[in-house]
T-cell receptor
Framework: GQQVMQIPQYQHVQEGEDFTTYCNSS?????IQWYKQRPGGHPVFLIQ?????EVKKQKRLTFQFGEAKKNSSLHITATQTTDVGTYFC???????????FGSGTQLTVLP | DGGITQSPKYLFRKEGQNVTLSCEQN?????MYWYRQDPGQGLRLIYY???????QKGDIAEGYSVSREKKESFPLTVTSAQKNPTAFYLC???????????FGNGTRLTVT
């Protein structure tokens, strides 16, 4: 079936190291959204990418949307302990085009 | 201060009982959603509503029911037919299709 795959499931990094999570869809997406969920919290919207090949930056975070609009990545430069949490990608799939979430990448930053 | 309010934060029920989770929003959003999150997993869509008095089943609607009598409110009932009801339930709203989701703080339901 239609799904959004996300890797890795877990990532432990030393503070200051970089981090990347990847998202792949079985279908072409009209857009892709990224969310962050802090431990014990709820998902919070980070960004939406719409155009093929689009790259957006938010301070140390860089988001990319693939040329074929089937994959995306989130890269964090020089991680900090405040980056801890689970990062989800989500894209509209199915006949109703409702958001389907990836399984998330849980980031742990070691001080 | 606009947002989504879910209550209660923690809920405990005995097996065989129905339980209703509350979700209220004052963002004036047309669309509302219920997601279920299990430990270490992503979010799975239970039900969604794009307009008052209308709602649609998501990917895992069995054992759940909803109503959308008011724009601001989208309560979720977890029925006794739901085989594994213990989970973290998240309500969300959006301005429309393809718009970002705004989530409530969630309700953690434990059924024993």
């Amino acid at each position: 079936g239609q799904q959004v795959m996300q890797i890795p499931q877990y990532q432990h990094v030393q503070e200051g190291e970089d981090f990347t999570t990847y998202c792949n869809s079985s279908t072409t997406l009209s857009n892709i959204q990224w969310y962050k969920q802090r431990p014990g919290g709820h998902p919070v919207f980070l960004i939406q990418l719409v155009k093929s090949g689009e790259v957006k930056k938010q301070k140390r975070l860089t988001f990319q949307f693939g040329e074929a609009k089937k994959n995306s990545s989130l890269h964090i430069t020089a991680t900090q302990t405040t980056d801890v949490g689970t990062y989800f990608c989500a894209g509209p799939q199915g006949s109703a085009r409702q958001l389907t979430f990836g399984s998330g990448t849980q980031l742990t930053v070691l001080p | 201060d606009g947002g989504i309010t879910q209550s209660p934060k923690y809920l405990f029920r005995k097996e065989g009982q129905n339980v209703t989770l509350s979700c209220e929003q004052n963002l004036n959003h047309d669309a509302m959603y219920w997601y279920r999150q299990d430990p270490g997993q992503g979010l799975r869509l239970i039900y969604y509503s794009q307009i008052v008095n209308d709602f649609q089943k998501g990917d895992i609607a069995e054992g759940y029911s909803v109503s959308r009598e008011k724009k601001e409110s989208f309560p979720l009932t977890v029925t006794s037919a739901q085989k594994n009801p213990t989970a973290f339930y998240l309500c969300a709203s959006s301005a429309g299709p393809n718009s970002p989701l705004h989530f409530g703080n969630g309700t953690r339901l434990t059924v024993t």
